[in-house]
């Protein structure tokens, strides 16, 4: 997906906050606890520059606790003043005025000083499209001075708002950025409703969010759907569907209304406390330096956490360094290919072979053996392979042409159309244990390859999201064999649908004449 959303009128509020931070003593930017990153326009560091600045987490209420707080500190190590709160229930509210008056100490002396009294700190409130200013503003003056509503870019013009005789706040339009470096941020932005729905494929934005569920909050699904999470995300969100009575006309499972209902059970809360960002594992070692010797408990058990983090991290950097043992020893060669292949061995479906030439800086981390990966980390290495790869070439044979040729001969075949599909073209080829006839170029056969080799590695993942995708679709179109939680492999149920049911159209008859 391809998020960008940048109206009109974000154009005309930026210029006029350019001329409105002249008149302010201090910038109070919101963002959503749940994207606390994700939720700052980088915009609003250059405008606020030599202003005071105080961040609100707001909607901390939904968002997961743990990492409020560890954004928190985070965000107080940058030198911001912080407080996490919900506007809507006025959670955190009462501490806002006191955290002003600390913010602007400074200039409330220099204006007493001057024999300036009883003038109020002018602060400005900033923050993105949908991130709750209006709430807050409201909430803070105890009255509704600003509209609010649940959809991005109801506030249209700036409005000065006096509270009392301390403060007063000047309220402005949300703004976004014209143009998301990364689509990851526009992701994290859509899913909490900051970019208009109706410009979005729902569907899509579904399948995202429960890919990251199911690799960052294991269970949380299964609790409140009552779903298996073994399963492949489309089928998964197919059982939603079916649970919670999303059906279409004909009594069929209505993809589109589950995917609607998950993401609006996130955006509410019902799916639990959820952030959808944690600190990076590349920011830990500045979180630690920063507040390990803070003696408060809470700290110490976020220090002791981030300790932990950063040490798995730091080993995942050595094992992945390891695993361009073979791309350093043949870094001669201009376009080094890793191959591999998924589905020798099952009763239905395709053998997928999958070719892929990877960067020489590589620096995608968590690669190895497909198998020794869950479904979710497979489908997030999956995205990322597919976006920083060189070249991914894929090819496959089918049921019919493995029955004709035999296995081994069909696996050859789709390697070559996988290697074939690559521009440009690789020089060498880095092979998990086979050495393919047929292809002119060197190759190099490593004996368990998918778990010595990045570039094996990386094509042995893509092929195998690519391959249990395809069975996922077949179960829609021949149901009764579990192919979607077998992807063809002789399953007990699989071999008993068999003898019930006999074959299906996608069967290989050569491997299955024992069973029926």
Same mark, same amino acid.
């Given at each position: 997906?391809?998020?960008?959303?940048?109206?009109?009128?974000?154009?005309?509020?930026?210029?006029?906050?350019?001329?409105?931070?002249?008149?302010? +003593?201090?910038?109070?930017?919101?963002?959503?606890?749940?994207?606390?990153?994700?939720?700052?326009?980088?915009?609003?560091?250059?405008?606020?520059? &030599?202003?005071?600045?105080?961040?609100?987490? &707001?909607?901390?209420?939904?968002?997961?606790?743990?990492?409020?707080?560890?954004?928190?500190?985070?965000?107080?190590?940058?030198?911001?003043?912080?407080?996490?709160?919900?506007?809507?229930?006025?959670?955190?509210?009462?501490?806002?005025?006191?955290?002003?008056?600390?913010?602007?100490?400074?200039?409330?002396?220099?204006?007493?000083?001057?024999?300036?009294?009883?003038?109020?700190?002018?602060?400005?409130?900033?923050?993105?499209?949908?991130?709750?200013?209006?709430?807050?503003?409201?909430?803070?003056?105890?009255?509704?001075?600003?509209?609010? @509503?649940?959809?991005?870019?109801?506030?249209?013009?700036?409005?000065?708002?006096?509270?009392?005789?301390?403060?007063?706040?000047?309220?402005?339009?949300? !703004?976004?950025?014209?143009?998301? =470096?990364?689509?990851?941020?526009?992701?994290?932005?859509?899913?909490?409703?900051?970019?208009?729905?109706?410009?979005?494929?729902?569907?899509?934005?579904?399948?995202?969010?429960?890919?990251?569920?199911?690799?960052?909050?294991?269970?949380?699904?299964? %609790?409140?759907?009552?779903?298996?999470?073994?399963?492949? !995300?489309?089928? $998964? !969100?197919?059982?939603?569907?079916?649970?919670?009575?999303? $059906?279409?006309?004909?009594?069929?499972?209505?993809?589109?209304?589950?995917?609607?209902?998950?993401?609006?059970?996130?955006?509410?809360?019902?799916? @639990?406390?959820?952030?959808?960002?944690?600190?990076?594992?590349?920011?830990?070692? %500045?979180?630690?330096?920063?507040?390990?010797?803070?003696?408060? @408990?809470?700290?110490?058990?976020?220090?002791?956490?981030?300790?932990?983090?950063?040490?798995?991290?730091?080993?995942?950097?050595?094992?992945?360094?390891?695993?361009?043992?073979?791309?350093?020893?043949?870094?001669?060669?201009?376009?080094?290919?890793?191959?591999?292949?998924?589905?020798?061995?099952?009763?239905?479906?395709?053998?997928?072979?999958?070719?892929?030439?990877?960067?020489?800086?590589?620096?995608?981390?968590?690669?190895?053996?497909?198998?020794?990966?869950?479904?979710?980390?497979?489908?997030? $290495?999956?995205?990322?392979?597919?976006?920083?790869?060189?070249?991914?070439?894929?090819?496959?044979? *089918?049921?019919?042409?493995?029955?004709?040729?035999?296995?081994?001969?069909?696996?050859? =075949?789709?390697?070559?159309?996988?290697?074939?599909?690559?521009?440009?073209?690789?020089?060498?080829?880095?092979?998990?244990?086979?050495?393919?006839?047929?292809? +002119?170029?060197?190759?190099?056969?490593?004996?368990?390859?998918?778990?010595? *080799?990045?570039? !094996?590695?990386?094509?042995?993942?893509?092929?195998?999201?690519?391959?249990?995708?395809?069975?996922?679709?077949?179960?829609?179109?021949?149901?009764?064999?579990?192919?979607?939680?077998?992807?063809?492999?002789?399953?007990?149920?699989?071999?008993?649908?068999?003898?019930?049911?006999?074959?299906?159209?996608?069967?290989?008859?050569?491997?299955?004449?024992?069973?029926?």
């Amino acid at each position: 997906m391809n998020f960008q959303w940048y109206p009109g009128h974000m154009t005309k509020a930026k210029r006029q906050m350019q001329e409105d931070i002249k008149l302010i +003593d201090l910038v109070i930017e919101l963002v959503d606890a749940r994207i606390p990153l994700s939720s700052r326009n980088p915009d609003i560091d250059e405008l606020g520059k &030599n202003k005071y600045r105080l961040i609100l987490m &707001n909607k901390a209420d939904l968002a997961d606790k743990e990492r409020t707080r560890e954004w928190s500190a985070f965000f107080k190590e940058k030198g911001f003043f912080v407080v996490s709160l919900d506007a809507r229930s006025k959670s955190g509210m009462k501490s806002i005025t006191d955290i002003v008056m600390e913010a602007c100490k400074e200039k409330i002396e220099r204006d007493r000083k001057r024999g300036i009294k009883n003038r109020p700190v002018r602060a400005m409130v900033v923050g993105i499209p949908n991130v709750g200013k209006s709430t807050f503003i409201n909430s803070y003056a105890g009255k509704a001075c600003a509209k609010t @509503g649940n959809k991005p870019g109801v506030t249209k013009g700036k409005q000065w708002i006096r509270l009392n005789k301390s403060v007063e706040l000047l309220d402005t339009p949300g !703004i976004l950025w014209p143009k998301f =470096e990364d689509q990851t941020v526009g992701l994290r932005l859509a899913l909490i409703g900051s970019i208009k729905d109706e410009i979005l494929n729902v569907d899509e934005l579904a399948v995202e969010l429960v890919k990251f569920l199911k690799a960052e909050y294991p269970g949380l699904l299964a %609790q409140r759907y009552e779903v298996s999470e073994e399963n492949d !995300i489309i089928e $998964l !969100i197919r059982a939603v569907a079916v649970n919670r009575k999303c $059906l279409s006309k004909g009594g069929e499972p209505d993809y589109s209304k589950a995917a609607a209902l998950i993401i609006d059970d996130f955006r509410s809360g019902k799916l @639990g406390h959820i952030t959808l960002k944690s600190i990076t594992d590349s920011q830990l070692a %500045q979180f630690i330096e920063a507040y390990g010797s803070d003696e408060r @408990g809470g700290v110490i058990k976020l220090v002791d956490s981030a300790k932990k983090r950063l040490d798995k991290y730091e080993k995942e950097l050595i094992r992945t360094e390891g695993l361009k043992k073979y791309e350093r020893e043949y870094a001669s060669y201009a376009h080094i290919c890793g191959i591999d292949e998924v589905g020798r061995g099952p009763l239905a479906g395709p053998v997928v072979a999958c070719a892929v030439i990877l960067p020489k800086d590589c620096d995608i981390l968590y690669i190895n053996d497909s198998k020794k990966l869950t479904a979710a980390k497979r489908d997030e $290495l999956y995205d990322v392979i597919m976006e920083k790869a060189v070249s991914v070439g894929i090819g496959m044979a *089918s049921h019919e042409r493995i029955d004709e040729i035999n296995i081994l001969q069909a696996t050859y =075949e789709a390697m070559r159309q996988a290697i074939g599909k690559l521009d440009p073209a690789p020089d060498l080829t880095l092979n998990d244990a086979v050495t393919i006839p047929g292809v +002119d170029i060197k190759q190099v056969p490593i004996i368990k390859g998918d778990a010595k *080799s990045i570039s !094996i590695g990386a094509a042995s993942i893509v092929a195998k999201v690519t391959r249990d995708r395809m069975m996922v679709e077949y179960d829609r179109i021949y149901p009764g064999y579990g192919f979607a939680s077998n992807k063809g492999y002789g399953s007990a149920e699989h071999i008993k649908a068999l003898k019930e049911i006999g074959p299906s159209p996608i069967h290989r008859a050569s491997f299955i004449h024992n069973f029926i």
